[in-house]
């Protein structure tokens, strides 16, 4: 049987003269390494994605992190910083892509700006700036550190007991995550449920309750050295082995 086809949308990325549509190799590594699947990178098209054809390939989507946020004026926000970056056609190329995956049963991991992704899609709000947030503490890393400092354990999460995610990590109460994040939920989206919060009570991991497939959102970056995390491997491949199932139960419906 062949690896199952997770879709990876795309960033745009303006490098050197030219517009690019971009994904890390973390991210790819990540899924053909910790997920046992095959990555297959979707560009930001907007309104000129082929809906029907990119989720007749599917078997899987992963959201990544990135740099850009979600454009506040799709969650009834004025733009707080107008120096933070956006990216427009992402958004109006993943939020369907979202919506439809959840519909339609297909595997769905949205990490970092993908979690945040999912919420608003599905009708959540997010806190622009959480650094400034009565109560909060500051999840953004720091630029002038090194990437292993930068993507080393940060903070504690406590995982909600009897949760999906925690039974996925062999029922865990806690784990140490990194954390490089500005932005994060305000209000939770109808019908997600909270599957992990840090100790200032931000939300940190969620699934869909009523989605009929496999969904997990987390807010920090477990695609980092993927191989030397057993929590991130394991929550990998809890993702890959939905993929395999979708793409198993396709087949015997002959699509």
């Excluded at 909600?160 to 954390?179: A, C, H, R, W, Y």
Aim: hydrophobic letters at 40%; aromatic letters at 6%; charged letters at 20%.
């Amino acid at each position: 049987m062949r690896r199952p086809v997770v879709l990876v949308p795309a960033c745009t990325r303006q490098i050197g003269h030219f517009p690019n549509h971009a994904a890390q190799n973390k991210y790819v590594n990540a899924v053909t390494l910790g997920a046992r699947c095959m990555p297959l990178i979707l560009p930001a098209l907007a309104e000129l994605t082929d809906m029907e054809a990119v989720l007749a390939v599917a078997d899987g989507i992963m959201l990544t992190g990135s740099a850009s946020n979600v454009h506040s004026d799709l969650y009834g926000q004025p733009i707080r910083n107008p120096a933070l970056p956006l990216d427009a056609a992402r958004d109006a190329t993943v939020l369907p892509l979202i919506r439809a995956a959840v519909k339609r049963g297909i595997p769905l991991l949205g990490i970092c700006r993908g979690f945040q992704e999912i919420n608003v899609a599905l009708g959540g709000t997010l806190h622009q700036a959480v650094q400034e947030v009565p109560g909060m503490m500051d999840h953004r890393d720091r630029e002038d550190d090194s990437l292993e400092v930068q993507y080393g354990p940060a903070h504690p999460i406590r995982l909600t007991p009897g949760g999906k995610f925690s039974q996925m990590l062999g029922n865990l109460d806690e784990i140490t995550v990194n954390s490089l994040h500005g932005q994060g939920v305000d209000v939770l989206a109808p019908g997600l449920t909270v599957e992990a919060v840090a100790h200032d009570g931000l939300v940190e991991a969620y699934t869909v309750a009523a989605a009929p497939g496999f969904t997990l959102a987390v807010q920090w970056h477990p695609e980092w050295r993927i191989t030397e995390n057993p929590d991130s491997m394991k929550m990998f491949l809890a993702f890959g082995n939905a993929c395999r199932d979708y793409q198993a139960k396709r087949q015997e419906r002959g699509g």
